[in-house]
C-alpha cells in the first residue's frame, strides 16, 4: 500500500466564543473536534456534511490559513519526509503553502476586483520570488491556456468573465506554483448548473496533467459521487464515516450518512428505497455546546437512551470492514438504506 500523501490524527480548531465589554472567553465553538484522516497521492478525497459541520475548517487548517488548536497534519513531501504542519511557525510554512493550496468557494468575492488576471494569477509568483517579468507574463500566459482562458485577457479584470471564468482564474491561481495537494472548497456550489460540468472536467483533467491530490469539500452528494474515489461524511467537527464513494453510497454504516443519502436525487426510482426515506429536520445542534455521547442522537432516528447518550468519549471513527470506517455504536446491528450507482 501506498504512504498517505497526509495522515490527519486528532486535529481541532476551537474558536473561542468571546462575551461582554472586556471580551472574556465564555466557551469554544468546536469547528473541528477531533479529527483523523488520510489522503493518498493522487486521489480525490470527498468531505461532506451540512452546512456548519466544519468542512471549511478543517480545509483551512489543513493548508495551514488557520491555525489548529491541537493534533497533527503529517504531510509527506516528495523526498518522503514526513512533517507535522500544525507544529510549525508562520515562517516555516512557506515552503509548504507552496505545495498545498486552496480553490475557494466563490469566485466573485475571492478575486481581487482591481487587479488585472496578470495581477491575480503571477502574485503567488512573484511574492515567493519565483519570477518577475516577462518570465512571469509566460508562466501566467501559459497557466490561463491550460485552464481555458486567452492569454489575450491577461489585462482585464475579473468583473469582465463569467462565473465559471472565474473560477478557472481561481483554480490558475492555486496551480501557478505547482502544487502537489489542492483543497478544493466547494468549487463548483456558486456556479450555474450549465457550467459545474466544465468545471469538474477541467479539475479531473489538472489532476491527471499535474499528478495532483485533491481534497474535494462539498455539501453536494451527486457531485461528489460523480468526482471522488473516497468520501469522509462530518457531522459537528467529527468524521462520522470514511469509505470507498461505491460502497458508501450502497451500503452507508452510519444512520447520519443514511440520512444525507435519502435527499440524494435519483431519479429512476428502483434505484432508492422510497420506504426507507430518513429526514434530517432538526438543526445542526450547537457546535459550542454539542450533545453528550454521540453528537448525532438528538437527531438519529436509532439512538438509543442511555447508550447513545451517555456522558464521555462518543463513538470513535471504528474499521468496521476493509477501507471502511465508521462512528457508531450500533453500526454492526443497524441495516440501513443506501442508494444504487446511477454510474453502474
Ligand atoms: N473564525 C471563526 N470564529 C468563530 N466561529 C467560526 C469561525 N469560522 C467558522 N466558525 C464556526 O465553525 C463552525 C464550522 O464552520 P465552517 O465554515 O467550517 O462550516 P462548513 O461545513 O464549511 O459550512 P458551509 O457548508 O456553510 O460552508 C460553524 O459553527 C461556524 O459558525
Ligand atoms: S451511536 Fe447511537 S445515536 Fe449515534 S449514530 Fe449510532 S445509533 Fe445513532
Ligand atoms: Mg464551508
Do not use: W
Request: with cysteine; hydrophobic share 40%; charged share 25%.
Amino acid at each position: 500500500m501506498t504512504m498517505p500523501i497526509l495522515d490527519v490524527r486528532d486535529l481541532k480548531v476551537h474558536f473561542p466564543v468571546k462575551a461582554g465589554f472586556i471580551g472574556r472567553t465564555v466557551g469554544h465553538v468546536r469547528a473541528v473536534d477531533g479529527v483523523d484522516l488520510t489522503i493518498q497521492p493522487g486521489e480525490t478525497l470527498g468531505l461532506v456534511g451540512e452546512s456548519g459541520c466544519g468542512k471549511t475548517t478543517l480545509g483551512r487548517s489543513i493548508s495551514r490559513i488557520i491555525k489548529p488548536s491541537t493534533g497533527m497534519i503529517g504531510y509527506r513531501g516528495t523526498d518522503g519526509t514526513v512533517t507535522d504542519l500544525a507544529a510549525l511557525r508562520e515562517r516555516e510554512l512557506r515552503p509548504f503553502q507552496r505545495q498545498i493550496r486552496v480553490v475557494f468557494q466563490d469566485p466573485f468575492s475571492s478575486l481581487n476586483p482591481r487587479m488585472t488576471l496578470r495581477q491575480i494569477v503571477g502574485e503567488p509568483l512573484r511574492a515567493n520570488g519565483i519570477a518577475t517579468g516577462s518570465e512571469l507574463e509566460d508562466r501566467v500566459a501559459d497557466m490561463l491556456a491550460r485552464v481555458g482562458l486567452s492569454p489575450k485577457y491577461m489585462d482585464r479584470y475579473p468583473h469582465a468573465f463569467s462565473g465559471g471564468e472565474r473560477q478557472r482564474v481561481n483554480i490558475a491561481r492555486a496551480l501557478i506554483l505547482g502544487p502537489r495537494l489542492v483543497i478544493a472548497d466547494e468549487p463548483v456550489s456558486a456556479l450555474d448548473v450549465s457550467v459545474r460540468a466544465q468545471i469538474l472536467n477541467l479539475l479531473r483533467d489538472l489532476q491527471e496533467e499535474f499528478s495532483l491530490t485533491f481534497l474535494f469539500v462539498s455539501h453536494d452528494l451527486s457531485v461528489v459521487e460523480s468526482v471522488c474515489d473516497r468520501v469522509a461524511v462530518m457531522y459537528l467537527g467529527k468524521i462520522v464515516e470514511l469509505a470507498e464513494t461505491a460502497e458508501l453510497y450502497a451500503s452507508p454504516r452510519h444512520p447520519y450518512t443514511e440520512a444525507l443519502l435519502s435527499a440524494v436525487p435519483r431519479p429512476d426510482p428502483r434505484l432508492r428505497d422510497v420506504g426507507r426515506r430518513v429526514r434530517l429536520t432538526d438543526d445542526l445542534p450547537d457546535p459550542s455546546n454539542p450533545p453528550a455521547g454521540c453528537y448525532f442522537h438528538t437527531r438519529c432516528p436509532y439512538a438509543v437512551a442511555g447508550v447513545c447518550d451517555v456522558s464521555g468519549q462518543g463513538p470513535v471513527l471504528d474499521g468496521i470492514g476493509p477501507g471502511h470506517h465508521a462512528a457508531c455504536l450500533r453500526s454492526d446491528e443497524l441495516s440501513l438504506a443506501g442508494v444504487a450507482s446511477e454510474l453502474a
